[in-house]
Every structure is written in C-alpha cells, then in structure tokens.
C-alpha cells in the first residue's frame, strides 16, 4: 500500500509565526485532502488539492504530485489554529474510496 | 450545506450492552463511511457504504454491525464490546466513488467499561 509521512510530528509556535507542514507520499495519488483536528475531534476540512496551489486566508497549500508531496502554509498563526493537522490521499493503485492518513502534526500555538 | 451530523456525542456503555450510533448527511452524497480512532492515532476506516451496499468491511469484528437505510443514513450498531473498543467513532460522506472529497461528522466518543 501506500505509505504517508507528514512532518514534523510536534510543533510549537508563537502566536503571530508562520510555519510548513509537509507531507511525502510514496506512489501516486487521485486525491489529497489536508484536515485540522481540533481538541474536540472534530476533522476540520481544510484543503483538497490533489495537485497544484489553494489559499484559504491565512492558510494555504501546494501539491506537487509528480515530486510527490504536499506542503500546508500557516502564516500568522492563531490559537486557534492548535490540533492535529493530518494529510490524507486516495492511492491511485487501490481502493477508490480508501483514504491512507499519515500520523499528523501536532501543532500548539502560545498565546 | 457541508454538514455530517452524529448522536450521541458521547456514549458510555457495558460489555453486555447493545448500543447504536447513528450518522446523517443531507448533501445527496452516495457514499458514507465509518472510521474509528484511538488517542493520538490517525482515522482508521472501518466501513464503506456506497449507494447503500456495503462496499468495504474493513476486517472489522462482527461486534460492529453498519446499516445504511437510505441514502442519509448510516448506523453502527455495537454489541458485546471490549474495553479496547473505546475511541472517537468518526462518520464521513463523499460525492461518488472517486476523486471526492471527505467531509467528516463530529464524531462520537465512546467509553466501553
């Protein structure tokens, strides 16, 4: 199957900083979703970008699909913006509804 | 409207008991999904409805049984549980079958003593 690696596994920030998350993945894809857990469990849908660049206000993300990896860009963080962030795809070679979630970001934003 | 709607947000529950979860959506999406997660664990997907036929069983054991009974609506029913069966119980939707986007319920979190 296919294998995801999102890194880094924790990251701690100031409010007001910016930071990248980065997920890798090891074979193509036909979807690639980023999601925000929040401390209730909530799976927050952030992006789906199985290729190229979104911005969603402060948020934003790229997917290079033939270099096989997705960044997630955080610009003036938040406290809000603390969680679980995961990457998920949908492996080109398996089940089509299969989405393979790497073992996310654990991102805390102090005030 | 993007909403996946779960009951009960919190369920607790005996070994001998026979509980039921229960998922709705009102996007006209045509496949529905269970996914289970363990404390600082990703999603782990259970079950796959689409157009209301069972398309993906997990391996999961029969002590979770799915029932969709239209296309909104997506139970789980539990029996006979074990304590390791305790966790966040995560319902989603998509579109279609493929190249669809998941949206996710809020889940709900279940306590076997």
């Known amino acids: 199957g296919i294998q995801v690696e999102q890194s880094p596994p924790d990251l701690i920030l100031q409010e007001g900083a910016n930071s990248t998350l980065r997920c890798n993945f090891s074979?193509?894809?036909?979807?690639l979703q980023w999601f925000h857990q929040n401390p209730w469990g909530q799976l927050i849908n952030l992006f789906y970008?199985?290729?190229g660049t979104k911005q969603n206000g402060r948020l934003s993300a790229t997917t290079v699909a033939t270099e096989r990896y997705s960044l997630l860009y955080i610009s003036s963080s938040q406290t809000t913006d603390s969680g679980v962030y995961f990457c998920a795809v949908e492996y080109s070679g398996g089940s089509n509804y299969k989405l393979t979630f790497g073992k996310g970001t654990l991102l805390t934003v102090n005030p | 409207d993007t909403e996946v709607t779960q009951t009960p947000k919190h369920l607790v529950m005996g070994m001998t008991n026979k509980k039921s979860l229960k998922c709705e959506q009102h996007?006209?999406?045509?496949?529905m999904y269970w996914y289970k997660q363990k404390a600082k664990k990703p999603p782990e997907l259970m079950f796959v409805y689409s157009y209301e036929k069972l398309s993906i069983n997990e391996s999961v054991p029969s002590r979770f049984s799915p029932e969709c009974p239209n296309s909104s609506l997506l139970n789980l029913h539990l029996h006979a549980l074990q304590p390791e069966d305790s966790a966040l119980y995560l319902c989603a939707s998509t579109q279609g079958v493929a190249y669809n986007e998941q949206f996710f319920g809020p889940g709900t979190r279940l306590t076997v003593l």
């Open positions: 074979d193509s894809v036909n979807n």
């Open positions: 970008i199985p290729s």
């Open positions: 996007m006209g999406h045509r496949a």
